[in-house]
Each structure stands twice: as C-alpha cells, then as structure tokens.
C-alpha cells in the first residue's frame, strides 16, 4: 500500500507542479546553449551587489534558458503551454520580439530577433517592476554575462 501511495505520488507531481518538460522537450535537440539558474548561481552573477537585482531574482526557485535559431516552431510549445491554462502577459513583435505567460508562478516565453531566440522557463516569483532597472545594470556591465561567456566560446 505504501508503494502504490508513493509512487502516485510521483506520479501526480510530475503532472501539476512543474511544466518545464514541454519547454524542454522542444529546445534540447534546437539549442546551442542551455544555462540553468538556481537562487545560489542567480546571486553569484551580481558582482557589484545591487540590491535592486536581490529584490528582482529574491524568489525564483529555477530559471532554465535555451538559446538558439529562431524557427516558426516556437508555437507548438507555447500553444501548448496554453492549453494547460497560462496565461499571456506579454506579447511584443518589432526589431525584438517578447512573448511571456505565465500560471501559478511559472513562467515561460521566448525573446528573439528573427534570427536568434532565448527561450526561457521561470518557477517562483520575480518583482517584475524591477526589470527596467535590471536591463540598465545589465547594460552598465554591472553584472556577469554567462550569456555572453558561453555564446563566445
């Protein structure tokens, strides 16, 4: 009895709890870089300790981006991120393009400029209204660039 409450168990945490498989399954074979961030390695980037970087990333539990060519593809994840509920917060097309949905404090979405993409999930929660900050502490070279130290190997 004990084996089968387990293993139902496992078995229902893999169906509600975390959807990053459907974002996985589509990019492993697609992508040329993978980063994985825990809180641990999120705070080790911040080299100069910005507080407003702290408060952005305090409450992610994971972030998984895959980078790689841009494709007519992407629908098929994303379309079925929205079969289970998520909801879309953002959708920009332009010179840089920016999808991002969201449930119960998961996140995915992808940002790309027609011939590259960064294809992104986020379990926890992020103070969204410290982004702008964080792209300028980004652009400053306030912060290390694992993005940019893996795409020039």
């Known amino acids: 009895?004990?084996?089968?409450?387990?293993?139902?168990?496992?078995f229902l945490s893999t169906l509600g709890f975390s959807q990053e498989s459907i974002l996985k399954d589509f990019a492993e074979d697609r992508r040329d870089v993978k980063l994985c961030f825990y809180p641990s390695t999120l705070?080790?980037?911040?080299?100069?300790?910005?507080?407003?970087?702290y408060e952005?990333?305090?409450d992610v539990e994971k972030l998984l981006i895959f980078i790689m060519?841009?494709?007519?593809?992407?629908?098929?994840?994303?379309?079925?991120?929205?079969a289970l509920g998520y909801e879309e917060y953002i959708t920009?097309?332009?010179?840089?393009?920016?999808?991002?949905?969201g449930k119960?404090?998961?996140?995915?979405?992808l940002s790309g400029d027609g011939n590259r993409v960064a294809a992104f999930y986020l379990r926890g929660t992020i103070a969204f209204?410290?982004?702008?900050?964080?792209?300028?502490?980004f652009e400053s070279g306030d912060m290390l660039s694992l993005i940019k130290f893996n795409m020039d190997q």
């Open 1 to 10: 009895m004990r084996n089968t409450l387990l293993i139902t168990l496992l």
């Open 43 to 53: 705070r080790m980037i911040n080299i100069k300790n910005d507080p407003s970087y």
């Open 56 to 58: 952005l990333v305090n």
């Open 69 to 82: 060519d841009a494709d007519d593809s992407s629908t098929e994840w994303t379309n079925q991120y929205r």
């Open 92 to 101: 920009m097309y332009g010179k840089v393009n920016l999808v991002l949905l």
């Open 104 to 109: 119960d404090e998961e996140y995915v979405g």
């Open 129 to 137: 209204q410290k982004i702008p900050e964080l792209i300028r502490t």
